[in-house]
């Protein structure tokens, strides 16, 4: 979908009861960072990725 670029995981992967979390940080052809972001997903009972979803830029910092 956007060539050239590239997605880095940049955080350990963090795994709780079925549930899982990690960093990323997407760059450019140049290198340079397009954005940040944490993918949160649940694994089947299988332990098989089941479902995924990308959050993008960093979290909103509380009373904002």
Do not use: C, N, S
Not at 7 to 16: G, M, Y
Not at 18 to 42: I, K, Q, S
Not at 43 to 60: K, N, S, Y
């Amino acid at each position: 979908m956007m060539p050239g670029h590239r997605i880095d995981v940049t955080t350990a992967v963090d795994e709780h009861d079925g549930h899982l979390r990690f960093g990323w940080t997407m760059f450019d052809p140049a290198g340079a960072v397009v954005v940040e972001g944490m993918d949160y997903g649940t694994l089947a009972a299988d332990g098989r990725l089941q479902r995924i979803v990308g959050f993008f830029g960093p979290l909103t910092p509380l009373g904002a």
